[in-house]
């Protein structure tokens, strides 16, 4: 069955290698950098689209979280009439906002899920080759099970994007507009959330591919959306990581415990790694869609800019490009 699956997957070889791993020069999260070696893998060339989770749907019957109903004592003071299944939607302010509060432009949408991207009276007309979003861990994994796959970590993630241009800020080099060229599906302007310019022609998702591929050939490993990774959540880089005497091969993060938000501690949810940046990444706010950038997301939390792409331990011949 994965081999037939994996016809439906354009697979990228990505040789092994050492690399430079995060960033001391932007968020605290990223530090510090350091060196990692990473073995051969194989990752998609594209973002998982919703034409292929549709068809994943149909040959399961898998229902996502987001359609499934909640259990109200795992929301402790959550409104009663958010107790349904739903996911959270963006939703453009009509002007300029504090950008400390992000509850303004996110709004918790009851229906929204993976075939309802804006919630109920909205579908996927012209947008089989966008991807998919609303999509928890638990969806992605399954997922990628399913065809014979996995998720990549972190590190194997981070040097895929990277391209071979170990320790440039951006997927494709040090500079965000190479003479003057819009590069990834992002936010256009400096007005987030509120307005945007339209100069990339997406306010949202964009169809995988739109926007140039990496030195791998892969495409949207910046911008459009969010990836999972399967690495619990640290808040930094950890130091034992830097060491003299050797560097660290196949890294993972931290576990299970360490993942939980210490600032929510209401909300006993673990939280994984996810990397790459979305369409709501702005330079003004969130300059997330370069390589080294990562967010802790919610296992259980699947919104309107966050999916995924799967990863191979193993490839065969067919349909396995060599990245390098």
């Not at 967010?295 to 966050?306: A, E, F, K, Y």
Request: aromatic share 12%; charged share 20%.
């Amino acid at each position: 069955m994965s081999s037939t699956i994996t016809d439906l997957h354009d697979v990228v070889r990505v040789d092994g290698g050492e690399f430079m791993m995060g960033s001391n020069h932007h968020y605290p999260e990223e530090s510090p950098a350091h060196r990692v070696r990473v073995d051969s893998f194989g990752i998609d060339r594209y973002q998982v689209t919703n034409r292929q989770f549709a068809d994943f749907v149909r040959a399961t019957g898998y229902v996502t979280v987001a359609e499934r109903p909640l259990d109200p004592a795992d929301f402790p003071g959550a409104p009663p009439q958010n107790l349904v299944p739903g996911s959270l939607v963006f939703t453009p302010t009509p002007g300029a906002v504090d950008l400390r509060h992000l509850s303004q432009w996110w709004t918790w949408m009851p229906g929204a899920c993976w075939s309802r991207p804006e919630g109920p009276g909205t579908g996927l007309a012209d947008r089989d080759d966008h991807p998919v979003v609303h999509i928890a861990h638990e969806d992605a994994a399954t997922y990628a099970a399913w065809a014979g796959a996995r998720l990549p970590t972190e590190a194997e993630w981070e040097f895929a994007a990277r391209g071979g241009l170990d320790g440039a800020a951006f997927t494709w080099g040090d500079q965000a507009r190479p003479d003057g060229r819009i590069m990834a599906n992002t936010w256009d302007g400096p007005d987030f959330p509120w307005r945007s310019t339209g100069e990339s022609g997406w306010l949202r998702t964009a169809p995988v591919g739109t926007f140039p591929a990496n030195g791998f050939g892969l495409f949207d490993m910046a911008g459009n959306a969010w990836e999972w990774t399967d690495d619990w959540w640290t808040s930094k880089h950890p130091e034992d990581a830097i060491k003299p005497c050797c560097i660290p091969s196949n890294p993972r993060g931290g576990d299970i415990e360490g993942s939980y938000d210490r600032v929510q501690p209401q909300f006993r949810v673990p939280r994984k790694v996810i990397k790459g940046g979305s369409h709501l990444c702005a330079d003004s706010y969130c300059l997330r869609y370069r390589p080294a950038a990562r967010r802790p997301q919610m296992v259980d939390t699947g919104t309107s800019h966050v999916g995924f792409r799967c990863a191979w331990t193993t490839l065969d011949d067919r349909g396995a490009a060599e990245a390098h």
